[in-house]
């Protein structure tokens, strides 16, 4: 199942430097993990935003809930999530 999902991150400015620090290179780490097992399929900034779009390829609804659950920024994120299906006229045979 494909997700297209919009996380806009706001972090607190009351945490250090290296309370940031750490939450991002855990969130690199992670989404870097994701991306080698094919779950996060794409991985894009939105330009002049701190926010990025997302493509997930996961099994269900529940999957994808914990796998956002599990990212450090988490608590820190605006998250929407769009469900996608394949479009008649995509060229692309794995867009399912
Ligand atoms: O910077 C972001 O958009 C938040 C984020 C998601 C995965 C990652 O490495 O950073």
């Not at 991002?24 to 900034?45: P, Y």
């Amino acid at each position: 199942m494909l997700f297209q999902v919009r996380m806009d991150v706001s972090i607190p400015a009351h945490l250090s430097e290296t309370e940031v620090n750490d939450l991002k290179s855990r969130e690199k780490a992670l989404a870097q993990q994701l991306q080698q097992s094919g779950k996060w399929r794409h991985l894009w900034r939105i330009a002049g935003q701190y926010a990025n779009t997302s493509i997930f390829d996961v099994a269900s609804n529940e999957e994808l809930h914990n796998l956002l659950l599990s990212l450090p920024l988490y608590p820190f994120m605006q998250i929407e999530v769009t469900p996608l299906c394949r479009h008649p006229s995509s060229i692309h045979d794995d867009d399912r």
